[in-house]
């Protein structure tokens, strides 16, 4: 058996971050213990790598079979594992679909982050306490780049919620001394990014286009600026979050905005191809409200914790475009 660092537990270990974030924390020599749903079908392939290794599944990493709903499970776990280190990314992730389904969001963003927060305030040894925030906190910006001092003005019922987890972790903080950080995230990508997040859709199309296996691709605003990072950088600045003697809360960006449009053209040059002749508008992709543009300032995380991002813009959508073409292969 061996000696373990420290004990983390994770709930959606399963996503982009929280499969990046396991591998960096077994790296660290931390024992992880991650929290999955029952479900009838697997969707495990970002840590399937890991399950399948004798020396690290069951040895270094362990799942627990849980829900977010289902608070007697979720204690249960806090029990068994008694984490250092509390790491919350689960929860309805896709602000489009929060319009659809406000209610469900609103319960498993705001009200599951509650929920957790006081799981870990009766914990006998509190962990620190890591929490998913998202620049959709911002909505629409007054600011040109936006930092954790910025006005809250969210234009999404998964910006409003999570707007509401900024506040809890600030109050459970100020309340109760819990140790609880507040990642206040800009957009990150990375070959793992899920289908149905704009940068991943336009690489997948990209390459079936270039394959001849699919003629076009249908996107909702064109028009809009967002702050693209790597997925791997955002969650070595979730771990340094956790070693500072105090809690904070950090905005984790490049400090950069590309257009919409601008990642097209990076995305289809790569397979030779210009994305004016394939790309076209469908109403069903268009959102009631969103912002315009969201940058983050990310100073303060630079300063206090010496984070860095290690990947450009265009190396981050070289690196999707060449997963997404192996894939297609
Ligand atoms: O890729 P997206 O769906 O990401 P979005 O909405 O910015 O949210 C992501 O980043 C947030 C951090 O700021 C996270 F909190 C959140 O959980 C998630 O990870 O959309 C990016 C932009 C939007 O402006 C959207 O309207 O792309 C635009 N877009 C245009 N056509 C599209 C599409 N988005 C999607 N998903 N699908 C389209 O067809």
Redesign the pocket.
């Known amino acids: 058996m061996d000696e373990f660092h420290k004990t983390a537990l994770v709930t959606g270990i399963t996503g982009q971050d929280g499969s990046y974030l396991t591998e960096l924390l077994l790296k660290k020599g931390y024992q992880v213990h991650g929290v999955v749903r029952r479900s009838s079908s697997f969707n495990r392939w970002r840590i399937d790598h890991l399950i399948k290794d004798d020396r690290i599944y069951g040895n270094k990493l362990y799942l627990h079979y849980a829900d977010l709903n289902d608070d007697a499970s979720l204690r249960r776990i806090f029990k068994k594992v008694g984490p250092d280190e509390f790491y919350h990314l689960a929860g309805q ?4 679909l929060s319009f659809e389904i406000p209610e469900l969001t609103t319960q498993e963003i705001a009200g599951c982050t509650v929920k957790l927060l006081e799981i870990c305030r009766d914990q006998e040894f509190r962990p620190k306490i890591y929490l998913a925030c ?3 906190i911002f909505g629409d910006a007054q600011e040109p780049h936006q930092n954790e001092e910025s006005n809250f003005n969210p234009t999404s019922p998964y910006g409003a919620s999570k707007a509401f987890c900024v506040h809890m972790g600030r109050i459970f903080r100020q309340s109760y001394g819990l140790f609880v950080c507040n990642g206040i ?3 990150h990508e990375s070959p793992r990014r899920g289908e ?4 991943q ?1 336009i690489v997948r199309s990209a390459a079936e286009i270039a394959a001849e296996k699919k003629d076009s691709l249908e ?4 028009d ?1 600026e ?1 702050d693209w990072g790597h997925a791997k950088d955002y969650v070595e600045g979730m771990w340094q979050m956790l070693q500072q003697e105090n809690p904070n809360d950090y905005v984790l960006a490049t400090g950069v905005a590309h257009s ?1 449009r601008e990642f097209l053209s990076v995305a289809f040059e790569y397979f030779e191809l210009d994305y004016r002749n394939f790309v076209s508008i469908n109403n069903r ?1 268009l ?1 009631p409200n ?1 912002p315009q543009r ?1 940058c983050g300032d990310p100073s303060k995380a630079k300063k206090n914790l010496g984070w860095r991002t290690t990947h450009s813009f265009t190396e981050i959508i070289h690196d999707m475009c060449l997963s997404a073409k192996a894939n297609i292969l």
Do not use: Q
């Open positions: 992730s896709h602000v489009g998202s620049s959709e995230l800009y957009n149905n997040f704009v940068t859709k996107l909702g605003n064109l809009v967002r919409l992709f959102r969103e969201l």
